[in-house]
T-cell receptor, first 113, second 110 residues
């Protein structure tokens, strides 16, 4: 049973397109996150949701919009994709925010051409 | 500014020896430190968490220490094996957020 799943695993698209990445967790956790890992492998938080409510919104362009239809799902929609958006995007969840271990999905490798 | 740093980008250790990885933080006092393992093409996997009032935590061959005087956490793998080769990330809280270090790539040489 996959704890945190993401789709798609790979996404290749052209500049200017709009795309979505979906994330689901079956752990019953209250908090979900989106991270971006760039080519230098630096993992940086983008958003955090707690029970469908936005908790953390790091300095991320408005083109990125998370949506949480319920506490088991957190999707990421990206408008007007740019070359610099190419990275691996990880979804994660934790029992609650703060000092709880996080469970990560397998990642979505986004390539913008 | 608040920072978390893993000084070694890469570390080579002979099989059977103890691997020690370092995580330093500056300009704040974290409530906890976490360590994760990341294999190529996969998401990070949680290993250990140590809180500020704990000096040491162990799990099988893994040991983590937290020294608030030195502002440092050490992560040890004893009796290292080639299967321990991976990138290891430390993470901690900054306000309500969790921040990650850049990771140390550990290579266990057979």
């Amino acid at each position: 049973d996959t704890a945190v799943s993401q789709t798609p695993k790979y996404l290749v698209t052209q500049m200017g397109n709009d795309k979505s990445i979906k994330c689901e967790q079956n752990l019953g956790h209250d908090t979900m996150y989106w991270y971006k890992q760039d080519s230098k492998k630096f993992l940086k938080i983008m958003f955090s949701y707690n029970n469908k409510e936005l908790i953390i919104n790091e300095t991320v362009p408005n083109r990125f919009s998370p949506k949480s239809p319920d506490k088991a799902h957190l999707n990421l929609h990206i408008n007007s994709l740019e070359l610099g958006d190419s990275a691996v995007y990880f979804c994660a969840s934790s029992q609650r925010g703060g000092g709880y271990e996080q469970y990560f999905g397998p990642g979505t490798r986004l390539t913008v051409t | 500014s608040q920072k978390i740093e893993q000084n070694s980008e890469a570390l080579n250790i002979q099989e059977g020896k103890t691997a020690t990885l370092t995580c330093n933080y500056t300009n704040y006092s974290p409530a906890y430190l976490q360590w994760y393992r990341q294999d190529p093409g996969r998401g990070p996997v949680f290993l250990l968490l140590i809180r500020e009032n704990e000096k040491e935590k162990r799990k099988e061959r893994l040991k983590v220490t937290f020294d608030t005087t030195l502002k440092q956490s050490l992560f040890h793998i004893t009796a290292s094996q080639p299967a321990d080769s991976a990138t290891y990330l430390c993470a901690t809280n900054r306000d309500d957020k969790i921040i990650f270090g850049k990771g140390t790539r550990l290579h266990i040489l057979p």
